[in-house]
């Protein structure tokens, strides 16, 4: 056995972290589940009576749940592919030795840096169906006027939330350049050079060499975009306000608790969040943990 | 190659950074001479009428306010915070809230004392009309003192597109209003009537239905044993379709859509009586020349009421401070204080007609005689379930466009209220 003082002061400089993170996070994950077990569909001090999983049954035969489960898995699909190849494509340009790359570096990683509040309310307006300004107004002045039809883009209840996907494209594909970025420059130029040497064409260095080097920032992208993916609140309240057409489960639950004011039916959703999130990050944390082991 | 990596960290590092938020929260204060007043008046005539009762409030008795207001998101923020201290038996002396059932949750959780004997110490009975109080009470018992009262049904209109269109008169029946929307479409360049975000058309509805339905029709929607899947409601929908079918929807808030109407740039915009203050005092429009006003077509003589509202919490500290704030607030002299400021009239029913002008006199004197409807959407009718199912049905519709699935929305929101 060690003797206490290899431990102590380590396991001392940690524990008010891990004191914190059991009270505050997981603490609070637990009364959250407890809650959502519950029939607590009110605010007060009375508590609810355990109740299984009513709250969850319920949710899913409810056609509100599921269309706002829908929108998200638009949203998520179209953001996640549009921001991924737009950010590899980025990457891909700015790889290459250019002139100037400090520069377009920061501008395209610029948008990453303003908060979803402001990006939706900018895009409200760029989306509004005002045929004289913004997107509208720009597919006019190129003749396409008749293609928009000065619709709201996010209104359509077809394609609504594809267009909400936009902003979030424009807002983290520069990250998601970033990341490739340093991914294409870990790999090591001697294998490019061997490569090249062998009679690789340039995209056959890519496509050969760096790209199966990529899969950490392939995941580390997914997963980092996918979670903010299914946790989008301010994106969409801050574009859409409370609207139907444009509701996500994390405005759903926020509607249940603060304006409906039944607890019970929002832990519920949160509890689908939140598993929505572990089943995107705990498989990518287990990989992650493997590979760590391996390399050691 | 290692340094590639560890770039590759930093990035996903600072990412889940972004990702999450962090906030703060307030602390408590001592009791004592000090009274808090929580509200989400934080603005204009609102947070000026406000300041006016404070400053009375603290020349007349003894007691020093701590104004609570919480900005942001039309009281959503405010509420927010509110649920969290009265979850932690932390209220303030009074909050602001809309008369009515939107107040039910806060009642059956046991947060608030009844104000009955209040009522009836104040004498308040006499001045208040009796309609107000009926509807805005749970059980028998009533739980906040009204200040202010807003008017829902107002249709207003812009007279020179009006004239551009050939109409001689704002349309007074539901018949001549959807004639007149046809007319502006056909004749002018200007959009028939405008919407804004969701909850404009929810008020719409409110309109439209107490329109079709009348008063007495209307309220008994918002009882135990209510029809919603009645003939009357279903003409009324109808009308809904064919109305909101002439709008056009704008992106902002309700100021945008009622903004083009003072503009010239829409005829017609059904909102609640803000919207007086908004193009008086904000877009320094003129009343008669840029915009006139009328009760929304087929309910002349009643009043879709909301009201502010102050309450008693249980267990608030400072208990007899809260009871002079809410004899200040149910005064005359309060009201007449406060309402001028906000753009709103009196509850009270003996309030002196001299302090108020333009709208707001008008709107005084529809009040006198007016029979009373309880506005759904500003909370004085439905609880804040059937709201919020409502309002996803109204959604739905704005998408699909089929008034039977809406009827069958408003049927289902009106079972598990």
């Not at chain 2, 609880?383 to 089929?402: E, M, P, W």
Request: a negative charge.
């Amino acid at each position: 056995m060690r003797k206490a003082r290899d431990w102590l002061p380590g396991l001392l400089l940690v524990l008010p972290s891990i004191i914190l993170i059991g009270i505050f996070v997981y603490g609070l994950i637990g009364w959250n589940f407890q809650l959502s077990l519950t029939d607590k569909h009110l605010p007060g001090p009375k508590p609810g009576e355990f109740v299984g999983l009513d709250n969850y049954v319920a949710l899913w035969e409810l056609k509100r749940w599921t269309d706002s489960v829908w929108n998200l898995v638009v949203f998520t699909v179209v953001f996640l592919g549009g921001a991924m190849l737009l950010g590899f494509v980025l990457a891909l340009l700015l790889d290459k030795p250019i002139r100037g790359e400090m520069t377009f570096r920061t501008v395209y990683l610029f948008p990453m840096a303003v908060s979803f509040i402001a990006t939706g309310i900018v895009w409200r307006w760029l989306m509004a169906s005002d045929s004289a300004a913004g997107l509208n107004g720009l597919f006019g002045a190129v003749g396409l006027g008749a293609l928009v039809d000065g619709q709201t883009w996010w209104r359509d209840p077809e394609t609504g939330m594809v267009a909400m996907a936009l902003p979030a494209i424009w807002q983290l594909a520069g990250y998601v350049m970033a990341l490739f970025l340093a991914g294409f420059r870990g790999v090591s130029e001697d294998l490019r050079e061997a490569g090249r040497v062998d009679g690789a064409t340039e995209w056959q260095v890519y496509r050969h060499v760096v790209l199966p080097q990529l899969r950490p920032v392939l995941m580390v992208a997914i997963v980092i975009m996918g979670h903010m993916s299914l946790k989008v609140f301010d994106l969409i309240v801050a574009v859409a306000g409370n609207s139907t057409v444009a509701e996500v489960p994390a405005v759903y639950m926020w509607k249940m608790v603060f304006d409906v004011r039944d607890p019970a039916f929002g832990a519920s959703i949160a509890s689908h969040l939140l598993l929505a999130v572990a089943v995107l990050v705990i498989p990518y944390l287990v990989w992650n943990m493997r590979n760590e082991r391996d390399s050691s | 190659m290692r340094a590639g990596w560890k770039a590759v960290g930093a990035a996903a590092l600072a990412g889940v950074l972004m990702a999450t938020g962090c906030s703060g929260g307030g602390g408590g204060d001592d009791a004592g001479k000090k009274v808090e007043i929580f509200s989400w008046w934080t603005g204009g005539g609102e947070e000026a009428g406000l300041n006016a009762l404070i400053e009375k409030f603290e020349k007349d008795t003894d007691y020093t306010v701590e104004n609570a207001a919480v900005a942001g998101g039309s009281g959503t923020n405010a509420q927010a915070k509110l649920q969290a201290r009265l979850e932690a038996q932390d209220p303030p002396e009074s909050f602001q809230g809309h008369a009515g059932k939107e107040l039910q949750e806060n009642i059956e959780a046991g947060y608030l004392e009844p104000l009955t004997d209040f009522y009836k110490d104040e004498g308040l009975n006499d001045v208040l009309p009796k309609e107000l109080t009926e509807q805005s009470s749970t059980d028998g018992e009533v739980y906040s003192v009204p200040v202010g009262v807003h008017r829902s049904n107002v249709l207003w209109f812009n007279p020179k597109v009006l004239e551009e269109a050939g109409i001689e008169k704002p349309p007074e029946t539901t018949e001549d209003f959807i004639k007149a929307l046809k007319a502006v479409k056909d004749e002018t360049d200007a959009a028939p009537i405008t919407l804004g975000v969701q909850w404009t058309a929810d008020h719409l509805l409110e309109n439209v239905l107490l329109a079709e339905l009348g008063q007495e029709g209307y309220q008994a929607l918002w009882q135990e044993d209510a029809d919603w899947d009645s003939p009357e409601v279903t003409k009324a929908l109808e009308d809904f379709e064919e109305i909101s079918g002439y709008a056009e929807t704008k992106g902002g808030d309700w100021q945008e859509a009622a903004q083009a109407v003072v503009d010239g740039d829409a005829a017609f915009n059904v909102m609640g009586d803000w919207a007086a203050g908004y193009f008086v005092n904000d877009l320094k429009k003129k009343d008669g020349e840029d915009f006139g006003y009328v009760a929304y077509p087929d309910t002349d003589g009643t009043y879709l009421w909301l009201a502010d509202t102050f309450t008693l919490p249980v267990g608030a500290k400072n208990s007899e401070g809260t009871m002079e704030w809410l004899k200040l607030v149910s005064s005359k002299e309060g009201q007449d204080l406060f309402n001028p400021i906000k753009g709103s009239i009196p509850a009270r029913t003996d309030a002196d007609p001299e302090k108020y002008d333009g709208y707001l006199k008008w709107a005084l004197g529809e009040w006198s005689d007016a029979k009373l409807a309880g506005s759904y959407w500003h909370g004085v009718s439905a609880t804040n379930r059937q709201k919020d199912s409502i309002d996803n049905a109204v959604g739905n519709f704005l998408s699909d466009k089929d008034p039977d699935a809406l009827q069958k929305g408003l049927v289902e929101a009106a079972k598990n209220p």
